[in-house]
């Protein structure tokens, strides 16, 4: 349902995301994982319509959105969570969250029902009232994936959602995480909590300096030299051969 | 005054009304503040009283018009009194060329302000903040300094006079209470329309694209259409109230109309009464505007500017320690009140 064929993208001198192609289907749950820097979120950025690639295509169901601007990528269906939450500041939670399904839903009502399924789903609901500057680091990212499902989308990007989560409430987003596929949502998750990608994603792709530089299930690429030689240097690499 | 805390004291709630002042509802304080501006509206007989009461309906207008685009959408403007300048003279010079009743003459000048809110909003889409601010300060002083120069069409310095010959026609009345009504119409229409956008989609992707742009964009807004509607409406609406001021006062020079003090008092009036609640640009309005004309007109005798500076206190104290503003500190009043009285009720009953 997202194919990148062959993207890349620039700074200046540095390429961020060199010649990535790879295929999500629909029903996975797709990690991607890689060192610092190596890429994870400008191509996140990329997908989202944030920035557009420098060179490649990326296509979404029957749609070339390559260059199509984020809110573009949204109506597609295609939402996506920030790293660093971006709530409506003076809203309330069930405001933020009711904003998300208005577009699609066109009547306040309707909208707060998407919303209170949404808020039960993330488990914030008795804080429906609160308004979002009450909350902490954790409740935010809670409520970035709320936001996110609110619009109903076919895909979801999740961008490292268990930082700054508490180990229960990490174990309570894996377990909903690993529902979505049975409500008809494909996952492609960032995530640098191991633990939480390593148990929850069918398939792995691993970002080293911009490319890809493995692919597979999640023991099998946790077992790959490159892989552990990205991420510990090549001496590990070798190590871990013997 | 006194209409409000009678308002604050009834409770009554339901859906979308309130018994405090709150986004997104009617709350019986402005409910009972209408009420009241429509009973003195009719019983007054005062000269002097009608004309700061015209004035005070004209401004709230104004201000709930700066606010739906300064408040709800987030963009601050200090050059409103451009739109302002071209509602009024739009209106008065196809009034005085070619004899257009200023009632259809608003509508050119609202299309016209619409069109240049617009524009100014695309070209300024990469500003936030203070920069566009600064731009829209920019633009308004553009609109003065043209306003001025272009003599055969403004008549530049020496301004526009309306011949003072009642007509209901060409919206000139003898009297005061036409103009009350005229006054008190629009203050009551950007009221309920503000009101209305409060509540709706629109007015909800407004709050989404000032709270956080890439945000609003994540879930499906397109945030320049956005901020470009808001704009063009705010400017639309702000145009017709230049218009009204024009039939009132029968004079425009670009000095008084495209003068930034106009700008700048629409975004007091606001932020002082509440931004982005429709109760604050008319609670800020029904307090500052006549404070201010009687200031004025007590203090102009014995020592002139003193109430300037007495005003520029009062808006600086409110804005230190209400800083969600007047409407903001009554919600608050109301609702540690109801907190009061709900705890004296547990006590009660475990007593």
């Avoid at chain 1, 995301?17 to 060192?35: C, Y």
């Avoid at chain 1, 308004?131 to 902490?136: E, R």
């Avoid at chain 2, 685009?69 to 008065?92: E, R």
Wanted: proline content about 5%.
């Amino acid at each position: 349902m997202l194919t990148l064929n062959a993207v890349g993208r620039r700074f200046g001198a540095l390429w961020a995301v060199r010649d990535v192609t790879f295929a999500v289907e629909r029903g996975e749950i797709v990690g991607i994982i890689g060192p610092n820097g190596a890429g994870k979120s400008t191509l996140f950025n990329l997908i989202a319509g944030a920035i557009s690639p420098s060179r490649g295509d990326i296509r979404f169901l029957d749609h070339t959105i390559t260059r199509a601007k984020p809110y573009q990528v949204a109506r597609l269906g295609l939402a996506r969570t920030f790293q660093i939450p971006k709530p409506f500041k003076q809203l309330t939670v069930r405001e933020n969250v009711m904003l998300s399904a208005l577009r699609r839903h066109g009547t306040r009502r309707r909208a707060d029902e998407v919303a209170e399924r949404t808020l039960e789903f993330a488990a914030i609901r008795h804080l429906a009232e609160t308004p979002v500057t009450n909350l902490t680091v954790g409740l935010l990212k809670k409520l970035e994936v709320a936001r996110a499902l609110a619009t109903e989308p076919s895909l979801l990007l999740l961008d490292e959602v268990m930082a700054g989560l508490t180990p229960t409430e990490i174990r309570e987003l894996m377990a909903a995480i690993a529902t979505l596929p049975q409500r008809g949502i494909t996952v492609l998750w960032v995530e640098h909590v191991m633990m939480a990608i390593m148990n929850v994603a069918h398939r792995l792709i691993v970002m080293h300096q911009g490319r890809t530089i493995a692919e597979g299930p999640p023991a099998t690429v946790a077992k790959d030299p490159t892989v552990i030689g990205a991420y510990l240097g090549e001496t590990y690499a070798h190590a871990s051969r013997v | 005054m006194a209409a409000l805390t009678t308002g604050t004291a009834a409770a009554g709630t339901g859906p979308s009304f309130s018994a405090a002042p709150r986004r997104g509802a009617v709350s019986i304080v402005e409910v009972a503040v209408l009420s009241g501006c429509v009973v003195a509206a009719t019983l007054i007989a005062n000269r002097y009283a009608a004309d700061i009461m015209i004035r005070t309906f004209l401004w709230a207008g104004l201000a709930l018009a700066w606010n739906i685009a300064g408040g709800y959408a987030g963009l601050i403007s200090f050059g409103h009194a451009a739109f302002f300048g071209i509602g009024a003279y739009t209106s008065t010079i196809l009034l005085l060329r070619y004899g257009v009743p200023p009632w259809l003459g608003l509508l050119a000048g609202a299309l016209l302000a619409a069109g240049a809110g617009g524009v100014l909003t695309v070209v300024c889409a990469r500003l936030r903040g203070p920069f566009f601010i600064l731009s829209t300060l920019a633009a308004g002083e553009v609109m003065r300094i043209a306003a001025l120069n272009w003599q055969s069409l403004t008549g530049g310095a020496e301004g526009l006079e309306i011949p003072p010959l009642p007509s209901a026609a060409h919206m000139v009345f003898q009297n005061q209470p036409p103009y009350l009504a005229l006054m008190l119409g629009y203050m009551v229409v950007l009221f309920v329309l503000a009101n209305a956008i409060e509540q709706s989609r629109y007015g909800y992707y407004l709050f989404a694209v000032r709270d956080d742009e890439d945000g609003a964009s994540a879930i499906g807004i397109n945030p320049l259409l956005v901020r470009v509607s808001a704009m063009a409406l705010s400017a639309a609406l702000t145009a017709i109230g230049g218009t009204l001021f024009a039939q009132y006062f029968l004079y425009l020079d670009p000095t008084h109309i495209v003068s930034p003090d106009i700008s700048f008092e629409f975004a007091l009036i606001s932020a002082v009464g509440g931004l982005g609640t429709a109760s604050g640009p008319l609670l800020g309005a029904l307090i500052i505007v006549p404070l201010s004309e009687l200031l004025r007109g007590s203090l102009s005798q014995s020592a002139s500017g003193l109430h300037l500076v007495i005003y520029g206190v009062i808006v600086v104290v409110v804005m230190i320690y209400f800083p969600s503003g007047i409407s903001g500190a009554i919600a608050r009043a109301w609702s540690a009140l109801a907190r009061k009285a709900a705890a004296r009720r547990v006590a009660k009953k475990t007593a």
